[in-house]
């Protein structure tokens, strides 16, 4: 099968080598991504106030809670073309890609009616401060409005990396992250908008980077190329794309849902702890998406490599991601750290208070926070096997089940009821996780080679 002159062989060739220059791609696509949320917190926070900026942060669990079903149908789209390209199975990539645009419509219209309608009453449910609501609910609607969008480029962006292309969405989002801090600007300080202003700003630009991964998959030359007039759901490969995205986005639910609750505890304590929380988080942001590069790339390489009967590769590429994703997680978290003064000083500017909260959310979290790295490459190492089901049932006992069970136990003791006891069980629930993903990672590995050895015919497992 042709090789576009962008994409990585994920084959063949040296794996380290083909890894990084893979991964660091997609590191700063999902920096530029989080960039659209930074330029709206610092520039709500340095221009408009802790008020605007306790709203934009008081959003992102609960906008993640709705979003996040639909984007794994975003992860079985990947796997399902990655699987098809490593097997040399024309017929059903392209199947694959003619499906996955049109399920990328049809869910942002149902998340755009969710989004705007239910804004208000969810933000109530997760008592949200009355100071902030009504700006936390406007704020939603307007993104919202922008959510078909945010679905298409993430589809059309997973598809190219599954072909090994992981420049073309860096390019894209570059162009767009650029335009997105102008409008910020211009809308704040020249229209005298706040969240609103951010909102319409990211809804735009989110617009343009879809735009153009659209424009990208009808130029391409190979099996990924699209076609407008031949966009319509094909039953087998729709069925092959959610029975590995459905998983994946039940697992990101209930992951937001876990997220929700403890959102929900730190609201409890006041107005005054939200933007230093909600500051500090999007440092963290800067970590994670820069860690969960490498699940990207565990899931496609190991996915390909499936498809084209090569197990023996599997181990040695997820060796090199955990060995890669915990230095990057270690460095990268270290850092924040030390520096959280100055970087959370980026966001709030008018509350020694709020920067002090940011400090001891970060003092728990960041030094730990390559263990979550390292649990998110042994999901996409399950994933990309083609299996979806045990990573989710693993992830919600682990992560969510952990969680809960801590808030509804731990924390309701009164010397326990703290800022401090909610943010240890994050590193708790990662590390419990990425023990039991180990087991199931090698049982998962020994019964692929197994259906390999028997079925020489077998074209996916």
Known sequence: ?????????????????????????IILTGVLQLLFNTADLAIVGQYCGEN?????????????????????????????????LGAKDVNTVRKTVHTAIPAALVGGVVLTIVGVFGAKLFLTWMDTPDEVLSLAALYMRIYFTGIIPILVFNFGASILRAAGDTKSPLIYLSSAGVLNVALNLVFVLCFGMDVDGVALATTITQTLAAILVVRALMKRDDACRLSLKDLKFHKRELIRIIKIGLPAGIQGTIFAVSNVIIQSSINSFGQVVLPGNTAAANIEGFVYVSMNAFHHTAMNFIGQNVGARKPERINKILLNCLL????????????????????????????AAAISYGITRMSYISALYFTCGMMDVMTGAIRGMGSSVAPMIVTIIGVCGVRITWIFTIFKIPQFHSLETLYVSYPVSWIATFLVQIVFFIVIKRRLEKKMAERTDLKYV
Do not use: H
């Open 52 to 84: 605007p900026l306790s709203a934009v942060g008081a959003t992102g669990s609960l906008i993640n809670l709705i979003v996040n079903l639909f984007m794994g149908l975003s992860v079985g789209v990947g796997v399902v073309v990655a699987q098809g």
């Open 1 to 25: 099968m042709r090789i576009n002159r962008n994409s990585v062989d994920m084959c063949d060739g040296p794996l380290l080598k083909n890894i990084i220059i893979y991964t660091v791609p």
């Open 324 to 351: 890669l994703v915990a230095g990057t997680g270690f460095i990268l978290g270290i850092s924040g750290f030390i520096f959280a003064r100055p970087l959370l000083s980026i966001y709030v500017s008018d509350s």
